[in-house]
């Protein structure tokens, strides 16, 4: 492999836990959610100069969504935890160096799988999925590409060039159709160049959301936040509404998307996608549910831009033939879309797209980017309850993917005031105005996050 003086390797790395409280909790799939801790990562590179400089990522250690498992939610969260310190180490260790997508590709196929095998050796008893590794290496990855920015004084998006970078995507990727070709080509050149400043931002409504006064129980916080579907639409000007489901109680799901299209459309809703989380075993489920709503509710059917992920998210142990769902509206991976080899098969059981996320890496998020637009399959950037730091990177590969309608952003409905350091800085990033999500705010090397203005005291490293 060819060498640049721009290649770079990990040099240090420190990692900060930050808990964060639920205003109202999150359901996902069969657990509810009233607290999450987010990881945050800062590394050091070094270049081949010896110029250094550091970088900076952020994940939520989502449990209930990387680890479904009857396994308690504290013990998994220390698990994860205790992961993330390990895999500080292990990156410094690897001496892996080049641009931040060789790092993070050669670390993923790897040094992960190896730190995940012996991690779960140790614990013993239940394993801690790939899943879960994915995302506590995510914002070590995430910190690797802002760092690079960083040293290169530069934004990161205008690294993922031949200029840069020592690979072409076709050591990455392998196509999956005739006429594909990966070679001289590199990520840039499947992304907007010309990234929009604002974009279009869905609004999560939860499966124990209260849609209307009488889902109040009086346990609900006064804290001056809408608590009501409609306050939320009026307040934020929303024209997207995604939907968490059920998967397992059919009557409540359609009634559940009966209601808030009711509640919506008359208030300048749009569009609607629903989100069964993984429990859908058989596709006529959803099936059935778009079939009624095409026969009862035409409009509704209409305004439902996308489903996504019904089925289980192990998408090798369920190779689930999907396309009587696809037939009938696009059907989108989002927990089994792991890499682009799992949207590849993916694309051969017959779903429409990918829903991209920064938590399972940039790295993998822009590879599977690259893959699925020379594939055509549409793409969505979806939330992981993003605060603080971590919502600048998603945010910002949903302006350069060129997603079907804007990107999710939930994390002002669920801790708005856990990301109040950033938000006087970004005010348009924390807040959705007119529908929207506001970039403009963003400016200088790596992300753009403009750490030096944010007045946040974080808590010591651990490890």
Avoid at 148 to 166: A, C, H, K, Q, V
Avoid at 290 to 295: A, T, V
Avoid at 322 to 340: G, I, M, Q
Wanted: net charge negative.
């Amino acid at each position: 492999m060819s060498q640049k003086p721009t290649d770079i390797r990990v040099t240090a790395a420190q990692v900060h836990f930050l808990p964060v409280t639920m205003r109202v909790p999150l359901k996902f799939g069969p657990e509810t959610v009233t607290n999450a801790v987010c990881l945050r990562v800062r590394v050091e590179v070094t270049d081949r100069r010896g110029n250094r400089a550091e970088g900076w990522g952020e994940t939520p250690l989502s449990v209930s969504w990387v680890w479904p498992s009857t396994l308690g939610v504290a013990e998994r969260c220390q698990r994860m935890e205790q992961f993330s310190v390990r895999l500080a180490a292990r990156l410094v260790d690897s001496g892996l160096e080049g641009h931040p997508m060789e790092i993070g590709h050669d670390f993923i196929h790897g040094p992960l799988a190896e730190t995940l095998a012996a991690a779960n050796a140790e614990a013993g008893g239940t394993a801690m999925p790939y899943l879960g590794s994915l995302v506590a290496f995510s914002a070590f990855d995430i910190a690797v590409h802002d760092a690079y920015g960083r040293l290169l004084n530069r934004d990161t998006y205008s690294t993922y060039t031949g200029e840069f970078m020592n690979r072409d995507l076709a050591a990455f990727l392998e196509p999956d159709s005739a006429g594909v070709s990966f070679a001289g080509r590199y990520p840039a050149d499947c992304l907007v160049a010309d990234a929009p400043k604002r974009l279009p931002v869905w609004h999560l409504v939860g499966g124990v959301d209260a849609l209307e006064a009488i889902d109040l129980t009086g346990s609900e916080p006064n804290d001056g936040h809408p608590l009501l579907l409609a306050d939320w639409i009026r307040q934020d000007g929303l024209t997207c509404l995604k939907v968490k489901l059920r998967g397992n109680d059919a009557a409540w799901d359609y009634e559940r998307l009966v209601r808030v299209a009711r509640i919506g459309l008359p208030l300048g809703v749009r569009w609607l996608s629903s989100d069964f989380n993984c429990t859908v075993q058989d596709p006529a489920y959803v099936n059935e549910i778009s079939d009624r709503l095409l026969r009862d509710e035409p409009e509704i059917y209409a305004r439902t831009l996308y489903i996504e992920q019904p089925f289980p998210h192990d998408l090798e142990a369920n190779q689930i033939d999907v396309r009587s769902v696809s037939a009938r509206k696009p059907l989108f991976l989002d927990e089994s879309a792991h890499d682009w080899e799992y949207v590849r098969l993916g694309r051969c059981l017959g779903w429409s797209g990918v829903a991209l996320k920064t938590c399972k890496t940039q790295t993998g998020a822009l590879l599977s980017l690259c893959w699925a637009k020379a594939h055509g399959m549409p793409l969505m950037v979806q939330d992981l309850t993003n605060p603080m730091l971590a919502i600048i990177p998603h945010v910002r590969l949903a302006a350069h993917a060129g997603t079907i309608q804007g990107v999710e952003c939930n994390a002002m409905q669920f801790y708005p005031e856990a990301s109040l350091p950033e938000e006087r800085v970004h005010p348009g990033l924390y807040r959705r105005r007119d529908g929207q999500v506001d970039l403009s705010s963003l400016a200088g090397p790596g992300f753009g996050y403009r750490l030096d203005e944010i007045q946040r005291t974080l808590p010591p490293a651990v490890g």
